[in-house]
Nanobody
């Protein structure tokens, strides 16, 4: 199973980036799609997810700044990140959870926010 995440990069504080993550339709249609992030030396943390019926959830640290959305025709989930802060700097990972036994992660994309 492949999850292709892309869209990371370097941006100044206050700027925006959009991450995207594509997978197969078989996985996408049945999965809760989520984004997580990890800073070196720290645990991976939840950022946002969107359920099969399009209910979205956010970590308090990104609520009001980040938006998660799906494009069903493209089997792709997006994370629109606005008003970025230096503390948002991390490697961002896409996750597709169909069941406890079918839980998949992408390879990660680096987001760096300069002050």
């Amino acid at each position: 199973v492949q999850l292709q995440a892309c869209g990371g990069g370097l941006v100044q504080a206050g700027g925006s980036l959009r991450l995207s993550c594509a997978t197969s339709g078989n996985i996408f249609r049945g999965a809760i799609m989520g984004w997580y992030r990890q800073v070196p030396g720290e645990q991976r943390e939840f950022v946002a997810n969107i359920t099969r019926d399009n209910n979205d959830n956010y970590a308090d640290s990104v609520k009001g700044r980040f938006i998660i959305a799906k494009n069903n025709a493209r089997n792709t989930v997006y994370l629109q990140m606005n008003t970025l802060k230096p503390e948002d700097t991390a490697v961002y990972y896409c996750r597709a959870t169909v069941s406890p036994q079918r839980d998949y992660w992408g390879q990660g994309t680096q987001v760096t926010v300069s002050s």
